[in-house]
């Protein structure tokens, strides 16, 4: 499986970004996907989670209610809405895909995933 993340860019605090995750290789439609960023020095972070269905979705506190997971599997592709952006969202965003079945705690674990995509910088400025 491979992942191409995109949508990254330059937003004023308070815009708007959406970012996409392409997949391309294995049947990727039953697989966990998440979001993850990190600035540089600092860790990873999870950011966001979605079930194979769509019908389960996962947010760190930071995001909550201020992105959006959603998935089209038969795009292969899954995206984050991002809306009321803050400087403190500046960071490279990593999309990935886990094919075991992720509980609410593992899905926010970055090692249970398998594949990732290469980044997508989002820059906010304040």
């Known amino acids: 499986v491979q992942l191409q993340a995109s949508g990254g860019g330059l937003v004023q605090a308070g815009g708007s970004l959406r970012l996409s995750c392409a997949a391309s290789?294995?049947?990727?439609?039953?697989?966990?996907k998440g979001w993850f960023r990190q600035v540089p020095g600092k860790e990873r972070e999870f950011v966001a989670g979605?079930?194979?269905?769509?019908?389960?979705?996962y947010y760190a506190d930071s995001v909550k209610g201020r992105f959006t997971i959603s998935r089209d599997n038969a795009k292969n592709t899954v995206y984050l809405q991002m809306n009321s952006l803050k400087p403190e969202d500046t960071a490279v965003y990593y999309c990935a895909a886990s094919a075991a079945r992720l509980g609410d705690h593992y899905i926010r674990l970055g090692d249970y995933y398998d594949y990732w995509g290469q980044g997508t910088l989002v820059t906010v400025s304040s």
């Open positions: 979605i079930n194979w269905s769509g019908g389960s979705t």
């Open positions: 290789g294995r049947t990727f439609s039953t697989y966990i």
